[in-house]
């Protein structure tokens, strides 16, 4: 019968057994009323700060929109100012060809 005990690695059942042991304390620690607290005040925290960005991201995106209406403003007044300067353009070479005639 001791025979079979002198096969087993002490050891290695050892560890095994501290790990169940931590296992099982650790699980005790984790489920507790002060850890759901702080787990409670982390969440919390965690929402606060989604609610920062959030706001953030809502100036951003409206500063963004701002910029992209004056900057298309701004394409169209040069598209009209480039036309203009196109027709008049036109008109002097109509103007000079009449004149040379």
Same mark, same amino acid.
């Given at each position: 019968m001791l025979k079979c005990f002198e096969k087993i690695n002490w050891a290695k059942t /050892?560890?095994?057994a501290a790990g169940v042991l931590f296992g099982t304390a650790g699980i005790k620690a984790l489920s507790s009323d002060d850890a759901k607290k702080v787990y409670t005040g982390c969440t919390a925290a965690f929402l606060r &700060? +989604?609610?920062? !960005?959030? +706001? $953030? @991201? &809502? $100036? !951003?995106?409206?500063? @963004? /929109?701002?910029i992209y209406a004056e900057a298309k403003q701004q394409n169209e007044e040069r598209a009209a100012a480039a036309e203009a300067e196109a027709v008049e353009d036109v008109e002097e070479e109509a103007e000079a060809d009449t004149t040379e005639e």
């Open positions: /050892g560890i095994f &700060a +989604k609610d920062c !960005v959030m +706001k $953030t @991201a &809502a $100036t !951003v995106q409206e500063n @963004a /929109g701002d």
